[in-house]
Nanobody, 123 residues
């Protein structure tokens, strides 16, 4: 019943910028962490950035100084601003959210995932 819908991926030249968005909807009681993972062909999935409800953030070393994660709690939406993009940033980007669907212990936080959006950086 909970779903995350991503947008903002596309093709960009090296040095350019993209902004990804991911909105959560459905039976949401609360959301703690939100963030982004990425997976390139032939590589393992990599955690890119996370942000908690209070605003605390963490980034992969490979994107520090270039990417910024943010969220709008009134819209249940997380963003990823990607600047100074490099060809090695090319991947499918997946958003996630740690969501409670109710107060009960069986409704405790679970991870929900978006469908993925392709980011391609050309050289």
């Amino acid at each position: 019943q909970v779903q995350l819908v991503e947008s903002g991926g596309g093709l960009v030249q090296a040095g350019g910028s993209l902004r990804l968005s991911c909105a959560a909807s459905g039976s949401i009681f609360s959301i703690d962490g939100m963030g982004w993972y990425r997976q390139a062909p032939g590589k393992q999935r990599e955690r890119v950035a996370i942000i908690r409800s209070g605003g605390n953030t963490a980034y992969a070393d490979s994107v520090k100084g270039r990417f910024t994660i943010s969220r709008d709690n009134t819209k249940n939406t997380v963003y990823l601003q990607m600047n100074s993009l490099k060809p090695e940033d090319t991947a499918v980007y997946y958003c996630f959210a740690e969501i409670r669907t109710g107060r009960g212990p069986e409704e405790f936080e679970n991870d929900y995932w978006g469908q993925g959006t392709q980011v391609t950086v050309s050289s």
